[in-house]
């Protein structure tokens, strides 16, 4: 199997594309400065500028302060100030920002590595949000010192091998645990899917078409682009699935499972309609399920069908999270998948009906390890890859998951959040997203270019590896794929002791004002 | 096949800007005056199109009632002068029970018709208290799912409200010889009550009247309630009665489809006193959700009752108790006694209380009930708050005395209908095109416990801490 790593050097910094990014903390200048420059010296977090050649004080970047702790150094602008003009505060905004889900600080902590690459050097805790269940209240045991492998990140493996079965397909491996979930061209700008495949690329991972078809300009990239098979079957051609490494069946979505999916008439555009085949300006509903698969046998023909055309593809299966998803998946194995991945019910990107994403299906947290054990009491679990997604939103989610019994993760609304999404909902309507990430609208949709979106998801990608690489020598592995199935490294506070549960994080609490 | 069944939503446009979560803040004397590049003119939902002039010439800051939160105002202005802050009002809204994030939503469906709708996943906790500790399945593969809401499949909500015989007889020559009982169907599991509060004026309830009458639905009021304006639409009204002072509505009673009987001990003695005027009179007797109440309908439906009326807490609670249980564990307490003496057949369970969302009418029916009925629902449709003003005799902030029933009972038919339509995703996701099917249908719901039990269990071993955690 190819073993291939992310290299640093692959970082840059990719700075927001905003004038004034939003920080934990905010850092006000008064009138009082005399721009002395003495704060722009001192920072090593480069809050402060100061220009040689232009005298007037210049608002701090305040995103990049450490906030009120820093008045432990020596450099602590707001003391050292010979005009007391400076002053930092807990951002207020930070009341408003972000959810259950995904906290502000979460989302903060997000930008801050998709921008430098690295993890964030300020108070963010970026891992845990206030859901109060599922991962959020699970935890990774207390490692023991004496297994701490020192090793350099360079010699930790990250790879995840696709294709299990030894079926003569090829044995695809990829860099890092996770690829990208589905979003489809019409639903998301074409410069964040370019740039996400081009990502994609760079990081030897793969990145998936979702159900609106194959734009032209995914075509260099199509050795690292999944193409999906939805029951609207928009854009599916002998020849995109000729392109493709790996064909993904998509019998449901966690974002609306049992549902089918829906592009609302707005977002129909000409470049759209003509890619579907479909009427500029009329909404898409795709059927749901596909009608041609009431059985196991009719899956398998569907599986069959995709080989036939692409002897060198493999096939994903790509379900929700009934109850039955144990059985779902022995059944996808029996009908020869390679992949079988499972979409819990909180995730998604694209917009979905709010009754859908609460209420239908179990979380993601529940069916892994259902799935896990039911595939190796069947025998099978060594030749299935089980990729989970939906609801998995940061690197210790991914390795939760996997310890948990997936081999990897897939992730969508991460990669948003990288290109700087807030989070704030309004993905599906009029000209779209304003911030230009979940947009078809001429002006909206040229916001953000291939290039950026490419090298912030590298810097995301390449800080959680980072973390990924340091949970693996805490507990002596060089290996993520050690790391499937070791649910024995995992606690869930409910099910401790009192005693026991101090020893851990608690579980981030917050009434936020949905 | 029968005509479909359809609920004919209009936009019914809000009489006061909706309160919203988001409240732009900006510190004006930080402006640059007039800028190029001034955000307020750049905004993507044009919200601040009042109010672009130079700080000079605005009028008073106000609340920003349509801002989307996208937060790129605040990122772009140059002199960064703006925030954002949780409009006050917004925390005002409601209460624990009654979120902002509910009547919020509620508006809009009123508003619109429509279903709620968003992007970027679900945000809200993991799990909650009572309804929220159910998710609902739905079929993959192998399970045929229904395709209703875009009309490839026809999903039938109606249910039925009155009784059944046990069994069926024949004659010799194979002619059915048992006596039939009258029918009573109501084309959406969704009846309507007067709520415990805001009912203010003649208009306002005869808003909620004619909404009604328009789905096609029933409506439970007082006796007191009825005037001459609600002629048109006796046959939609359930007038509440009690032993003691059903004579004295004979009229009602006779204008009505159903009436409710207050529980009392002997209640069962007045129903064949009250068909024999009319044999065709659906029957229905209300009492408290309390711990008597799986026994005392145990009772009841072994006379020839139609429905049990159960009402709960306004936020959906056990009544009568300092430690309630949530409404879906009292649901399924009933339900299960009825089943576990082979006679859940025979009768119908309506519950209220708590009824606050289109996902509650679903999980009440999976848990065991055939119908549900709502009440401040239906005041939040015509843009009540939830303040409960008044309670204490203070005015009402959206002046609820003086809505126009017409604009206000269409605001209820677009709820309904939005409810109605999120009532055909989730049959439709798990597969059952018959509301009648989903009673008590527990295997179609995945629960909170039996969840943590099997998936996490084998991994953590017992759970330590009780409830939710």
């Known amino acids: 199997m190819e073993h291939t790593t992310t290299r640093e050097t692959e970082i840059a910094e990719t700075p927001s594309l905003y004038r004034n990014p939003i920080g934990k903390y905010i850092v006000k200048r008064n009138a009082r400065c005399i721009s002395c420059g003495l704060c722009a010296r001192l920072c090593p977090y480069g809050v402060h500028l100061r220009h040689d050649n232009y005298s007037q004080p210049i608002r701090p970047r305040d995103y990049r302060c450490i906030g009120p702790q820093c008045a432990a150094n020596d450099f ?92 003569g397909r090829p044995e695809k491996a990829l860099s890092l645990p996770c690829y990208g979930g589905g979003m489809s061209f019409g639903s998301t700008a074409l410069s964040v899917l370019v740039g996400r495949a081009r990502a994609a690329k760079r990081l030897n991972t793969l990145t998936s078409t979702g159900e609106g078809g194959y734009p032209e300009a995914f075509v260099p990239y199509r050795e690292n682009i999944i193409t999906q098979v939805a029951t609207g079957l928009f854009g599916v051609r002998e020849q995109t699935i000729l392109y493709a490494p790996v064909v993904e069946f998509k019998y449901a979505q966690g974002a609306k499972p049992g549902l089918g999916g829906h592009l609302l008439g707005d977002k129909v555009t000409p470049d759209v309609a003509e890619i579907r085949e479909t009427v500029v300006g009329s909404s898409l509903f795709s059927p749901f399920p596909f009608h041609s698969v009431y059985s196991v046998e009719d899956h398998k023909k569907h599986l069959d069908w995709i080989k036939e055309v692409n002897p060198r593809a493999l096939v994903s299966v790509k379900v929700s999270t009934p109850t039955d998803a144990d059985m779902v998946a022995v059944g996808s194995y029996y009908a020869g998948a390679n992949i079988i991945h499972f979409d819990g019910s909180y995730g998604g990107t694209g917009a979905a009906p709010d009754i859908a994403k609460k209420n239908i299906a179990m979380p993601i947290e529940y069916a892994i390890p259902k799935v896990h054990r039911f595939l190796i009491e069947e025998g099978v679990r060594d030749e299935l890859c089980f990729m989970a997604s939906g609801g998995i939103r940061n690197a210790m989610d991914v390795a939760k998951a996997i310890a948990m019994g997936a081999d990897g993760a897939v992730i969508g609304t991460a990669d948003l959040v990288a290109l700087e999404c807030v989070r704030c909902s309004n993905c599906e309507s009029g000209r779209g997203c304003a911030r230009g990430i979940a947009s078809t609208d001429p002006e909206l949709g040229s916001m953000i270019t291939e290039e950026w979106t490419e090298q912030r998801l590298v810097n995301m990608y390449s800080a959680w590896r980072r973390q990924w690489c340091e949970l693996l020598r805490q507990y002596g592995m060089r290996s993520i794929r ?33 | 096949m029968p005509k479909k069944y359809h609920i004919d939503n209009k936009i019914a446009d809000p009489r006061f800007p909706p309160i919203a979560k988001y409240a732009t803040v900006e510190f004006r004397e930080e402006c640059a005056g007039s800028c190029r590049l001034c955000v307020k003119r750049r905004c993507v939902y044009d919200i601040f199109k009042d109010n672009a002039l130079h700080w000079a010439n605005m009028t008073t800051p106000e ?13 772009e202005c ?180 159903m009436i409710e009987l207050a529980d009392d001990p002997g209640v069962e003695r007045e129903f064949s006193k009250l068909r024999e005027g009319r044999p065709d009179l659906f029957l229905c007797v ?62 119908n369970l309506i519950f209220s209380g708590g009824i606050a969302l289109a996902e509650h009418v679903a999980k009440s029916l999976l848990c065991g009930g055939d119908a549900v009925a709502v009440d401040t629902p239906l ?86 801490v009780t409830g939710i955690g």
């Open chain 1, 76 to 167: 602590f602008c707001v003391r050292r100030c010979p005009q007391r003009a400076l002053s930092t505060a807990l951002n207020p905004i930070l009341e408003t920002i972000g959810d259950y889900r995904w906290s502000a600080e979460m989302l903060i902590g997000h930008w801050h590595m998709a921008e430098t690459g690295d993890l964030p050097y300020m108070d963010l805790e970026y891992s845990l949000g206030y859901s109060g269940g599922g991962f959020d209240k699970i935890r990774f045991r207390i490692p023991d010192a004496k297994d701490y492998l020192d090793v350099p990140d360079d010699e930790i493996d990250t790879t995840i091998a696709l294709n299990r079965r030894h079926d």
């Open chain 1, 482 to 514: 050690e790391l499937v199935g070791r649910s024995d490294l995992l606690v869930h506070l409910d099910y401790l002791d009192e005693d026991e549960r101090q020893k851990y994080p608690p579980a981030p609490k917050k009434n936020v004002i949905l």
């Open chain 2, 63 to 75: 609340y920003l009632y349509i801002c989307k939160g996208c937060y790129r105002c605040i990122e």
């Open chain 2, 78 to 257: 140059t002199k960064g002068i703006f925030s954002m802050a949780v409009n006050p009002e917004y925390r005002t809204l409601g209460d624990d029970y009654w979120t902002a994030g509910i009547i919020s939503s509620t508006w809009r469906q009123a508003h619109t018709g429509t279903v709620p709708v968003s992007g970027a996943g679900y945000r809200g906790p993991f799990v909650g208290e009572g309804f929220d500790s159910i998710w609902t399945d739905m079929s993959e593969i192998v399970r045929p799912t229904r395709d209703g809401i875009h009309g490839r499949e026809y999903i039938n909500t109606v249910v039925e409200l009155s009784r059944r015989p046990t069994r069926l007889q024949f004659n010799p020559d194979g002619s059915l010889a048992t006596e039939m009982t009258p029918i009573l169907e109501i084309p959406v599991p969704v009846l309507f009550q007067e709520p415990t509060f805001g009912l203010l004026s003649e208009k306002e309830f005869l808003s909620v009247v004619k909404a009604a009458n328009s789905i096609g639905t029933l409506m439970f009021v007082q006796p007191e309630r009825y005037s001459a304006t609600l002629q048109d639409c006796a046959s939609t009204l359930v007038p509440r009665l009690t032993r003691a002072n059903y004579r004295d509505h004979t009229q009602l009673i006779q204008g009505s489809q």
């Open chain 2, 286 to 347: 209300g009492m408290p959700l309390d711990a008597k109440a799986a026994s005392r309908a145990l009772q009841l439906a072994n006379t020839d009752l139609d429905s049990i009326h159960f009402y709960a807490t306004d936020n959906g609670r056990e009544a009568g108790t300092e430690a309630p249980r949530p409404l879906k564990d009292m649901i399924r307490e009933v339900h299960l006694t009825l089943v576990e003496n082979h006679i859940r057949h025979k009768i």
């Open chain 2, 379 to 464: 005041l939040i449709a015509m843009e009540c708050r939830v303040c409960y003003r008044c309670r204490e005799g203070k005015s009402c902030p959206v002046r609820l005395g003086d809505v126009e029933p017409k604009w206000a009972s269409q605001r209820i038919v677009n709820l309904v209908s939005a409810w109605h339509s999120q009532l055909l995703e989730v049959m439709g996701a798990f597969g059952i095109r018959e509301a009648r099917r989903m009673r008590g249908e527990v295997g179609r719901s995945m629960w909170f416990d039996d969840l943590e039990r099997e998936s996490f269990g084998p991994m953590f071993g017992t759970r330590k």
